[in-house]
């Protein structure tokens, strides 16, 4: 059993900041990307960042120059800082982690419950 659980989110103004945390937890043995998306009423569920175990980063055009993404490989725990929010940001936005449970299983994504992010003045 692998579960995937995300502190932060909230409530912000246009030009605020905020940062997302998850940690993984359960039968682990290995991950390899880990990262964000988020889903915006009515539209589809979009990437926002990822990082790989290697620590290779890449985002969304859209967030570019605005967010960060760290991860901490012992702990098992990635990070989002969101800084210059704007009101397009607002979205429900979603850990994910690519692991494999054993040396043998095929990588697989599993997903937090999600974390309401509000940009509004």
């Known amino acids: 059993q692998v579960q995937l659980v995300e502190s932060g989110g909230g409530l912000v103004q246009p030009g605020g900041s905020l940062r997302l945390s998850c940690a993984a937890s359960g039968r682990i043995f290995s991950i390899n990307a880990m990262g964000w998306y988020r889903q915006a009423p009515g539209k589809q569920r979009e990437l926002v960042a990822a990082?790989?175990?290697?620590?290779?980063?890449n985002f969304a055009d859209s967030v570019k120059g605005r967010f960060t993404i760290s991860r901490d490989n012992a702990k098992n725990t990635v990070s989002l800082q969101m800084n210059s929010l704007e009101p397009e940001d607002t979205a429900v936005y979603y850990c994910y982690a690519e692991l494999r449970t054993d040396w043998s299983s095929v990588p697989k994504a599993y997903w937090g419950q999600g974390t309401q992010v509000t940009v509004s003045s």
């Open positions: 990082i790989t175990s290697g620590n290779n980063a």
